[in-house]
């Protein structure tokens, strides 16, 4: 008796069901992983901003609701941009960096202080009914408009002047007036996202040698200003002030300390009661150093590490150089803003206010990190057997 068809085994590799976000295992990956980390920042989250909320005769849950409701649009704006094709990115890359800069020209105009207010020494948000933060959204813009122009520019790249040259004054606009809000972190992100993915275009690497040298005049003016200055004098001795302008750094190397091997518990980190200040936003890589240890920091950095490779990958596969770049812009975005985090927490870098990506309080930069990520989903579909390119 002859065997039925069901009954023979499936001959050739075994492929990933269609989910809608096109075969293959790199869109699945991007997906997983995304979930992952923002499940794990939401309950790192509560644990670390619980008390400071209470504090304030706010609920106990206050800020992890925000958060979350946050991620719920985050998600959304995600499932939209995987869906769209990656190409009409490439379309709007002027009129978004136009925007954005418009955008960030009205934070800082004297006469807009009514929509644009100054909180915490600095004017970095919209609010207009609902509350923008331009400076995130520059993020984005920079990575499409930059690889959209390293597409045309690319046979130009010898050239300082033709070559170069366009992106030069781009960014420069772009991160003056991130700059006059001021929001340094946020200008140093931007300012080493355009040049990696010119970079990765082909750009000579004298022509980067030489940028770097007309840039450091600037940061070392921007990081000679009042409490950057501090900062950067706690950072190089940091015994020398514990109590004072090294009391950040200090108490991030106590809280991780703390943590040994496997922490001290959920919910159990002394830190976040006054010691750690912005334990839910700046340093919150400390708290889960000392709530979850070693084993918990091992962990993070190995998802991040993983979601970073797999959107290199992604770029790799990318069906055209525009693909390519923009994945590469959007996969730097995560590992810049991650590494230097966790690089202040361990006191190997100088605080910089950069948040942890899927896990810092703060819903704008939780929905841009969301929608980069979308934007290398979208590029994955894309790909050679992804559902995008068949249709």
């Known amino acids: 008796m002859s065997p039925r068809p069901m009954d023979i085994a499936p001959v050739g590799p075994v492929r990933l069901p269609d989910a809608g976000l096109g075969r293959g295992w790199e869109a699945a990956a991007v997906l997983g992983l995304t979930l992952l980390l923002l499940s794990f920042g939401l309950v790192a989250l509560y644990s670390a901003s619980s008390v400071y909320a209470l504090r304030q005769g706010l609920p106990d849950t206050y800020y992890v609701i925000r958060q979350a409701a946050g991620a719920g649009v985050g998600m959304a704006c995600l499932v939209a941009c995987a869906l769209l094709p990656y190409r009409l990115w490439e379309k709007s890359a002027w009129p978004l960096l136009v925007i954005s800069g418009l955008a960030l020209l009205v934070v800082i105009l004297p006469f807009t202080r009514s929509i644009a207010p100054e909180i915490n020494g600095a004017r970095r948000w919209l609010q207009l009914g609902v509350t923008v933060q331009p400076s995130e959204v520059a993020k984005v813009a920079i990575i499409v408009w930059t690889a959209a122009l390293a597409v045309k520019k690319a046979s130009l790249f010898r050239s300082l002047g033709k070559g170069l040259g366009p992106f030069l004054v781009g960014w420069g606009v772009v991160l003056l007036l991130i700059l006059a809000e001021p929001h340094l972190?946020?200008?140093?992100?931007?300012?080493?996202?355009?040049?990696?993915?010119?970079?990765?275009?082909?750009?000579?690497?004298?022509?980067?040698?030489?940028?770097?040298?007309?840039?450091?005049?600037?940061?070392?003016?921007?990081?000679?200003?009042?409490?950057?200055?501090?900062?950067?004098?706690?950072?190089?001795?940091?015994?020398n002030d514990p109590g004072g302008a090294g009391f950040q750094v200090h108490q991030s190397l106590v809280a991780l300390g703390s943590g040994g091997l496997s922490g001290v518990g959920i919910g159990q980190g002394r830190q976040k009661f006054g010691f750690l200040p912005e334990a839910h936003n700046d340093f919150v890589f400390a708290m889960?150093?000392?709530?979850?240890?070693?084993?918990?920091?091992?962990?993070?950095?190995?998802?991040?590490?993983?979601?970073?490779?797999?959107?290199?990958?992604?770029?790799?596969?990318?069906?055209?150089?525009?693909?390519?770049?923009?994945?590469?812009?959007?996969?730097?975005?995560?590992?810049?803003?991650?590494?230097?985090?966790?690089?202040?927490?361990?006191?190997?870098?100088?605080?910089?206010?950069?948040?942890?990506?899927?896990?810092?309080?703060?819903?704008?930069?939780?929905?841009?990190?969301?929608?980069?990520?979308?934007?290398?989903?979208?590029?994955?579909?894309?790909a050679p057997g992804g559902k995008a390119a068949r249709a």
């Open 185 to 239: 972190s946020t200008a140093l992100v931007i300012g080493v996202l355009g040049p990696l993915i010119v970079f990765a275009a082909g750009a000579r690497v004298s022509h980067f040698v030489l940028l770097a040298l007309l840039a450091v005049p600037v940061l070392l003016h921007q990081l000679s200003v009042g409490f950057r200055a501090a900062r950067i004098e706690a950072f190089l001795n940091p015994a």
């Open 288 to 382: 889960i150093g000392e709530e979850w240890g070693f084993i918990g920091v091992v962990v993070l950095v190995v998802l991040y590490t993983a979601i970073v490779m797999v959107g290199f990958r992604i770029a790799r596969r990318a069906p055209d150089q525009f693909g390519e770049l923009m994945a590469i812009g959007c996969a730097s975005l995560i590992a810049v803003q991650a590494f230097l985090h966790m690089a202040v927490g361990l006191a190997l870098a100088p605080p910089t206010g950069l948040p942890l990506p899927l896990i810092s309080y703060g819903r704008w930069n939780l929905i841009v990190t969301l929608v980069a990520l979308g934007m290398l989903i979208s590029v994955a579909r894309a």
